[in-house]
């Protein structure tokens, strides 16, 4: 089981930014493909972005221009800048790494926006 662990959540308000840091094996993060998820109260859990290991990058139409995905390979982080929040952006936020078929969660970090 690989360990990837976020942080970098908090309290902010609306217009704010916010960066999360997603953070483990160099091993694993630099050569897999990662994404941000979140899951907002009574809700799916959603793609917000995510990042293959040769920098490709996609997103939500819901955070483009918004939201920017990055990696820094020597550091072994995949990042989650995001900038102009909505409160509709208020979510527990969801670093993964598809390795091969299986796809491991870290433990989530929450995000509030406020009005």
């Known amino acids: 089981q690989v360990q990837v662990v976020e942080s970098g959540g908090g309290l902010v308000q609306a217009g704010g930014s916010l960066r999360l840091s997603c953070a483990g094996p160099r091993s694993i993060l630099s050569i897999n493909p990662m994404g941000w998820y979140r899951q907002a109260p009574g809700k799916q859990r959603e793609l917000v972005a995510r990042?293959?290991?040769?920098?490709?990058?996609d997103y939500a139409d819901s955070v483009k221009g918004r939201f920017t995905i990055s990696r820094d390979n020597v550091k072994n982080t995949v990042y989650l800048q995001m900038n102009s929040l909505k409160p509709e952006d208020t979510a527990v936020y969801y670093c993964?790494?598809?390795?091969?078929?299986?796809?491991?969660w870290g433990q989530g970090t929450q995000v509030t926006v406020s009005s």
């Open positions: 990042i293959t290991s040769g920098g490709y990058t």
């Open positions: 993964a790494v598809d390795i091969g078929l299986q796809r491991q």
